[in-house]
């Protein structure tokens, strides 16, 4: 069974630009998590989708969002680029929502901000 | 909100020996506890996980024990080898804010010495 798939896997942008970051999830799988990953603050919850449908949220600002499309790929898109927005961004897919079910991440997409 | 402490931050062992990394996390109400192991260019990969029904579990040289009362779990890994090098992630699922995410600790680093 293949794995989380992520593109791209490196991105460079500049500030004020915007970004959006794509995942496909295992096959069968309908929940789709997003993390940014900062040597500072470690793993942080961005959203998670189930059903094309926001189920839960971090403390990010609006600038941050996402989406699913039917077939449970899912999105996500950055706006006005900070710079610190650099950052390894993950996805995790999981079979069921709500946290309790086994997440398994993809590569992660690294992108930097300059 | 619930917070997830991780303990050490690094750890250098001998190939053979065995390494312990401990978790504490704030929530009586959590009912699950995954471990992921992070390998360098990689996403989180998870190892092994628990669920607050049971006490231990093991998976070859790989065990984690919960203990509840005090609210902390551990991961084991028994007869270290040098690819067991890698960043180890806790986690942990509340249950008392209404939300549904896994909150992750801060990380241990890993090295092992052949």
């Known amino acids: 069974k293949a794995g989380v798939t992520q593109t791209p896997r490196y991105l460079i942008k500049t500030r004020g630009q915007q970004v959006t970051l794509s995942c496909s999830p295992i096959?069968?799988?309908?929940?789709v998590s997003w993390y940014q990953q900062t040597p500072g603050q470690g793993l942080q919850f961005l959203f998670e989708y189930f059903s094309e449908t926001q189920r839960n949220k971090g403390n990010f600002p609006g600038r941050f969002s996402g989406r699913q499309f039917s077939n449970s790929r899912s999105e996500m898109n950055v706006s006005t680029l900070e710079l610190g927005d650099s950052a390894l961004y993950l996805c995790?897919?999981?079979?069921?929502?709500?946290?309790?079910?086994?997440?398994?991440f993809g590569p992660g997409t690294r992108l930097t901000v300059t | 909100g619930e917070n997830v402490e991780q303990h050490p931050s690094t750890l250098s062992v001998q190939e053979g020996d065995s390494a312990v990394i401990k978790c504490t996390y704030s929530d009586s109400a959590s009912n699950y506890f995954p471990w992921y192991k992070q390998e360098l260019g990689k996403g989180p990969q998870l190892i092994i996980d628990?669920?607050?029904?049971?006490g231990e579990k093991k998976d070859q040289r790989i065990a984690v024990t919960l203990n509840k009362t005090a609210k902390h779990f551990s991961l084991h890994i028994t007869e270290t080898q040098p690819e067991d090098s890698a960043v180890y992630f806790c986690a942990a699922l509340p249950r008392s804010y209404n939300t549904d995410k896994l909150i992750f600790g801060t990380g241990t680093r890993l090295q092992v010495f052949p």
């Open positions: 096959s069968g799988h309908r929940s």
């Open positions: 995790a897919s999981s079979f069921t929502t709500g946290g309790s079910g086994e997440q398994y």
């Open positions: 628990i669920r607050s029904n049971v």
